[in-house]
């Protein structure tokens, strides 16, 4: 079986929903909220898992040299419209490494955690750290598990920016470090269901595998403002400095 990732038709199927206008154009605010966050004065910059290049392009707008890192197709066709002052390349986060080639790495929207061996996140941690320079600095955004296990329910459904029917069922499984997705996405007469999982990280987790890839100074915040993580997090952002 092909790993859920590997699945275009899932990138493409929810592409409306998971990128829709407003989020799209959020890209703007969150990019200054990362440089802010990371005091970042640096030129060069990876954009791991870039998607649709959101974050890429508006990185390059602003003059930074920035390299967009994806997997899927068709997401880095969508990259490639968006601009073309970013080198875009198609790779597993698995296997990209440049040694010592960037001052700022981004891993934003939970692109992470997405393997069934456990050691590639520590594997991909590692290649983040050998592709920084010393002094560089790395950000990943993703849920916490903090969060997530205040707000959880077993079902959910609403209706997306595009008009479908999303209706997402969810388990927790092994040990609570993982969660299973059903999502069916309704559209007129057609359904079509999705099953994925990714492992859940809390905020000390995580820092543990930052720390285990190389990372000394790793802080954690609840969102891109460098707000507390604490009850109120939504989001669980870490830096990390090499
Ligand atoms: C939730 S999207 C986030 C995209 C982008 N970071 C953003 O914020 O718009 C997750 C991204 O991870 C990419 N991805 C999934 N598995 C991957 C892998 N093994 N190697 C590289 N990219 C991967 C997907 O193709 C998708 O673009």
Redesign the pocket.
């Known amino acids: 079986m092909p790993e859920w990732?590997a699945d275009e038709s899932f990138?493409e199927s929810f592409y409306p929903v998971?990128?829709p206008a407003e989020r799209m154009d959020s890209a703007w605010v969150q990019v200054e909220q990362i440089l802010a966050l990371t005091k970042f004065g640096g030129k060069d910059v990876l954009?791991l898992?870039?998607?649709?290049g959101?974050?890429s392009a508006e990185l390059a707008a602003r003059g930074y040299n920035v390299t967009g890192?994806?997997?899927?197709d068709f997401?880095l066709s969508k990259a490639r419209s968006r601009s073309d002052a970013v080198e875009w390349v198609h790779?597993?986060?698995?296997d990209f490494v440049r040694p010592e080639s960037y001052d700022l790495v981004i891993?934003?929207?939970?692109?992470f955690g997405?393997f069934d061996d456990k050691d590639d996140d520590v594997r991909v941690l590692r290649n983040i750290h050998s592709s920084l320079r010393d002094g560089g600095v790395f950000l990943i955004d993703v849920i916490g598990k903090e969060y997530l296990a205040k707000i959880f329910q077993p079902t959910v459904s609403y209706t997306a920016a595009d008009g479908s029917t999303v209706v997402q069922r969810h388990e927790i499984f092994d040990d609570w470090t993982r969660i299973r997705n059903h999502w069916v996405l309704i559209r007129g007469d057609r359904a079509k269901t999705f099953t994925f999982h990714h492992t859940l990280y809390s905020a000390q987790e995580l820092k543990d595998r930052l720390q285990l890839a190389g990372f000394g100074d790793v802080a954690v915040y609840g969102d891109l403002e460098g707000g507390e993580y604490g009850l109120d997090a939504r989001r669980l952002v870490a830096v990390a400095r090499k």
């Open positions: 990732y990138w998971m990128f954009d898992c870039c998607g649709p959101r974050h890192v994806d997997r899927s997401l790779e597993d986060m698995r891993n934003m929207f939970t692109s997405y």
